[in-house]
C-alpha cells in the first residue's frame, strides 16, 4: 500500500502543476482502414502532435478524439504504412473523418515508417505496452531462419526465455502458463512447437502482436502475468496474391485474395518442417549396418485460415482458424514410442456498428490443447492422454462519449473441459487384459467488466476500469473483484509519466513434471483445494523524447505480489493418480525490477537497447525449509541490442546481441554412499540443501542477418542469410555429473564426481528464399 500512496501523491502533484484546459471540445470520428486491401487496422494512432491528443484504433479500425474549435492536422500512423497527415476544419461534434494509408512503397524501409509512433508511444496512457508487426521480425536473424515472432518479443525489456533456444515467455517474474496467449480473441494454451523452440504463429498469417506487461486493460482475465494478443490479416481484399518462404527445415506458403469484390475476402496460411524427410532416408539406408541406432522422427505442421464477410455497413462477420501439430516418435524391433501434440481453435465473430458513438464485437469460439504419448512394449500398447477444452462466448462494445470519454464494457463465459493423465493399458494377444485410468473435470469460467479511457487535458490522461470474475466448479464458486487503472501525465512535449495498477485472478493452471525431458502440460481447474492464485502489479515510469522525436528513453520500475502460487513435492506422480491435489504445494511469490529502454525508429540505422535488473522468488512452506529461493528464471541482469540498418535500397543488416545471468539451479553440496544389498556396490545420494542455489554460466551470443532484395520478373523476392550465435559461444543448457574412477586398483571405485555442461545451439547460419506476387 505504500507504493500505491507513493503513486497517488505523484499524480496529485502533476495534476496541479499544470490546469487542464477548459476551452470546449468536439468530438472527431472514423476508422483506419489500408487503401489497397480494405482491411481494418487495428492499433493505428491518430494524432493532433500539437495539442498532444490522439487515439488508437479499435478491433474494427474505428477512433475517436476530442479536439477544439479551429483548423488542426490529424497525423495518422501504422507500422508498414506511409505515415497520412490530414488538415481539417472542426466545428461542430459527430464529424466524420474517414482515413486510408498506403503500404510502404520500399519492403527495407518498413522500420524507418514508423517516422511519428515514438511520439504517440510518449503520450499513449497505456504503459508497459510493447507492439511488433510481422514486417519487424522478418528482418531479425532468426534460428535456422525460422522468423518467430514469440522470440522477438524476448527481445524486449521485462521478458525473459526459458531457456537456449526455446520460445517460451517468463513476464516480469511469471511463469509460462500466466501469460494469457490470444490469436483474433481465442485462447492459445500452448503458443509453440518443437519443445518450444518455436512458435505456433506463423508470421505470413500476423498483422501484429500487443504485449502487455502491466496496466492490463478490464476486458482482458484469466491470467497473472501477461497478455499476448496476436491478430490475424483479414487478407487482401483487391486482388489474389501468392506468397512464402523456402527455408532449410520448414517451407510456408499462403494465399489470401478476394472471394467477392469490395464485400469478402480470404487468407490461408500453412507451413511444414521437412527434417523428418531426411531422417527417414537416413534410416532406411543406415538400417543394415551392425551399429545402426535409429534417428527420431520429428516434424511439426500448421494452418491458418481468416474469411471476412461485409454483410453491410454496419455489419461485419468474421471466422478465424488455427490447427496445429507436432509428431515425434522412435521405434525398433522391440520398442515404439510415439507423441502427438497440438492446439485447434476456431471462432466466428460478428462486429455491428449500431451508431458513430456505439460498437459491438461478439464472438463464440471452441480452442483445445491435446497430447498423446503412445508406446508399444513387446505385445503391450500404453497410451496417456490430457488435454482441455473450451467452448467461449463474450460481446464487447466500444462506447465513444463526449468529454473525452471512451468506454468499454463487456462479458465472456467458457465452458472448461479438463482430462487428466488418461491412461489406456492393452494386450494384443489379449484384449481382456484393458486397463484404463484418470481423472475429468468440468468448469465454468465468466467475468463481467467496465473500464473507461477519460481524456481528463491534452496533458493528462487516465484508464481506470473494473472485472467481475468467477470460476464454477463441482458446485464450488470462487469469484473476486480485479480492479485496474494506469494514468499519464504530461510534464512536456517531450517527456511523460505513467503510473499503473492491475488486480489479476488465474483460475486454471499448468501442471507440469519438470523431470520429464517431453513436454507433459496438464491443465488443472481450481477446486476446493486448489485455490485461483492471484496477482497485484503497481508500475510506474517516465519517458523522453530527443532530437526531434528520433529517439525515446523510457524508465520503468514494477513490483508484483503473487499468491497461491502452485510447486509440487519432489518426485510427485502427476499421471495415473486418483488424488493428485495432494501432490500439490502452494506458497506466494513477488517479483521486481528496473527497466530502461532506449530506441530509435527513424533513419537508416534503427533498433532498441533494452535492459532489465530484476529480482523473482517464491516462498513455499514445504521446499527450501520454508526459506525464500529464486525461480528457475530468476535473471539479475538481462540485455539486449537489437540493430537495423539499411546499406541501400537492395540490402538490409540486421544484429541481436542477447546477455543475461545464468538461470538459478539446484546442486547436490555433498553425497554419501547408501549400502542396500550387503555385497553390492553401495547406492550414492545425493544432498541437497538450498533450492536453487547455484546458478549456471551466464548466457550471451550473437545473431547477424542480412536480407537481400531481388528483382523477379513478377512480384516481390529477397534472400535472407542469418547465422545464430555468430561467434559460437557454448551457452550452457543444463548440467549434468559424471563418475570419476581414477584408481588405477580399482577401476570400479568411484574417486569422485565431475560436472559436465551440455549445450544445444551452436554457430547455425541459414538461408531462406521470400517471395511474394
Not at 531422417?279 to 505442421?301: A, G, L, M, V, W
Request: with cysteine; proline share 4%.
Amino acid at each position: 500500500m505504500y507504493v500505491l500512496h507513493l503513486l497517488a501523491w505523484l499524480l496529485l502533484v502533476c495534476a496541479v502543476q499544470r490546469p487542464a484546459l477548459a476551452q470546449t471540445t468536439y468530438r472527431i470520428s472514423g476508422t483506419v482502414t489500408s487503401a489497397t486491401t480494405g482491411e481494418a487496422l487495428v492499433g493505428a494512432t491518430v494524432a493532433v502532435p500539437g495539442l498532444q491528443a490522439g487515439s488508437i484504433t479499435n478491433q474494427v479500425g474505428a477512433y475517436s478524439v476530442n479536439l477544439p474549435a479551429g483548423d488542426h492536422t490529424l497525423q495518422v500512423t501504422y507500422i508498414g504504412f506511409e505515415p497520412l497527415a490530414r488538415t481539417i476544419t472542426v466545428s461542430s461534434n459527430a464529424q466524420r473523418q474517414n482515413l486510408s494509408l498506403q503500404p510502404a512503397s520500399n519492403q527495407l524501409q518498413e522500420v524507418e515508417v514508423e517516422t511519428n509512433s515514438l511520439t504517440q508511444k510518449l503520450n499513449d496512457n497505456r504503459m508497459s505496452v510493447e507492439r511488433l508487426s510481422s514486417r519487424e521480425a522478418k528482418l531479425l536473424p532468426a534460428l535456422f531462419g525460422e522468423v518467430d515472432l514469440i522470440k522477438t518479443l524476448q527481445l524486449k525489456p521485462g521478458v525473459q526465455s526459458g531457456g537456449e533456444g526455446a520460445s517460451g515467455l517468463y513476464v516480469r517474474g511469471g511463469s509460462s502458463d500466466q501469460n494469457l496467449v490470444l490469436l483474433d480473441d481465442a485462447v492459445i494454451y500452448n503458443p509453440s512447437h518443437l519443445f518450444g523452440f518455436f512458435s505456433v504463429f506463423n508470421p505470413d498469417a500476423v498483422e501484429d502482436v500487443e504485449l502487455y506487461k502491466a496496466g492490463f486493460p478490464a476486458e482482458f482475465g484469466g491470467r497473472l502475468s501477461s497478455v499476448v494478443d496476436v491478430k490475424l490479416r483479414e487478407g487482401n481484399k483487391d486482388s489474389l496474391v501468392v506468397s512464402g518462404g523456402l527455408g532449410l527445415i520448414s517451407s510456408r506458403l499462403t494465399v489470401e485474395g478476394p472471394l467477392v469484390k469490395d464485400k469478402s475476402s480470404f487468407i490461408l496460411s500453412g507451413r511444414r518442417t521437412y527434417v523428418d524427410v531426411f531422417t527417414r532416408q537416413f534410416n532406411r539406408i543406415s538400417e543394415d549396418k551392425e551399429d545402426y541406432s535409429p534417428i527420431p522422427d520429428y516434424y511439426f505442421y500448421d494452418f491458418n485460415a481468416k474469411l471476412n464477410y461485409k454483410l453491410s455497413d454496419k455489419d461485419n462477420l468474421y471466422f478465424s482458424g488455427y490447427y496445429g501439430r507436432d509428431f515425434f516418435s522412435f521405434s525398433d524391433d522391440d520398442f515404439a514410442f510415439g507423441f502427438e501434440w497440438g492446439n485447434t481453435m476456431a471462432s466466428l465473430r460478428w462486429q455491428h456498428k449500431f451508431s458513430d458513438r456505439l460498437y459491438a464485437n461478439t464472438m463464440l469460439s471452441t480452442t483445445g490443447y491435446k497430447y498423446t504419448v503412445d508406446n508399444k512394449l513387446d505385445v503391450f500398447n500404453v497410451s496417456l492422454t490430457s488435454d482441455i477444452l473450451d467452448y467461449t462466448l463474450e460481446s464487447n462494445f466500444d462506447l465513444f462519449l463526449d468529454g473525452g470519454h471512451t468506454v468499454r464494457f463487456g462479458a465472456k463465459a467458457i465452458q472448461h473441459s479438463f482430462t487428466v493423465g488418461r491412461l489406456n493399458f492393452n494386450s494384443a494377444e489379449n484384449p481382456d487384459q484393458d486397463f484404463s485410468a484418470g481423472s475429468d473435470y468440468e468448469g465454468t469460467e465468466f467475468g463481467v467488466y467496465a473500464s473507461d479511457d477519460f481524456e481528463v487535458s491534452p496533458f493528462l490522461s487516465l484508464n481506470y476500469g473494473l472485472r467481475f470474475s468467477g470460476f464454477v466448479n463441482n458446485g464450488k464458486l470462487f469469484t473476486a473483484l480485479e480492479p485496474r487503472a494506469s494514468a499519464k501525465y504530461n510534464l512536456s512535449e517531450t517527456v511523460s509519466i505513467k503510473a499503473s495498477y492491475a488486480n489479476m485472478m488465474q483460475y486454471v493452471h499448468l501442471v507440469a513434471n519438470s523431470g520429464a525431458s517431453l513436454p507433459t502440460d496438464v491443465w488443472y481447474p481450481s477446486t476446493g483445494y486448489v485455490k485461483p492464485q492471484r496477482s497485484q502489479q503497481v508500475a510506474a515510469g517516465i519517458s523522453k523524447l530527443f532530437a526531434d522525436g528520433k529517439f525515446l528513453v523510457t524508465n520503468e520500475v514494477y513490483y508484483k505480489w503473487m499468491r497461491r502460487q502452485i510447486d509440487f513435492r519432489d518426485g510427485a506422480n502427476l499421471f495415473v493418480n486418483d488424488n493428485i491435489e495432494q501432490e500439490f504445494l502452494f506458497g506466494k511469490g513477488e517479483s521486481y525490477g528496473n527497466e530502461i529502454y532506449f530506441e530509435k525508429i527513424k533513419g537508416r540505422t534503427t533498433g532498441w537497447l533494452g535492459y532489465t535488473l530484476s529480482w523473482t522468488y517464491r516462498t513455499f512452506e514445504g521446499i527450501n525449509n520454508g526459506n525464500r529461493f529464486p525461480t528457475r528464471y530468476d535473471r539479475r541482469h538481462d540485455i539486449n541490442l537489437v540493430v537495423l540498418h539499411q546499406l541501400n535500397k537492395r540490402i538490409s543488416l540486421t544484429g541481436a546481441f542477447v546477455y543475461g545471468t545464468g538461470n538459478a539451479f539446484s546442486l547436490p553440496v555433498a553425497r554419501f554412499p547408501f549400502q542396500d544389498v550387503e555385497g553390492k556396490s553401495p547406492t550414492i545420494v545425493p544432498i541437497f540443501t538450498e533450492r536453487n542455489g547455484f546458478r549456471l554460466a551466464s548466457y550471451h551470443r550473437l545473431d547477424l542477418g542480412l536480407v537481400l532484395k531481388l528483382k523477379p520478373k513478377r512480384g516481390e523476392a529477397d534472400l535472407t542469410f542469418s547465422a545464430y550465435n555468430a561467434y559460437n559461444r557454448r551457452n550452457p543448457y543444463f548440467v549434468y555429473f559424471e563418475q570419476a574412477k581414477e584408481d588405477p586398483q580399482n577401476e570400479e571405485r568411484i574417486t569422485g564426481f565431475q560436472a559436465k555442461q551440455v549445450s544445444l545451439f551452436p554457430v547455425i547460419p541459414s538461408v531462406t528464399y521470400n517471395f511474394k506476387f
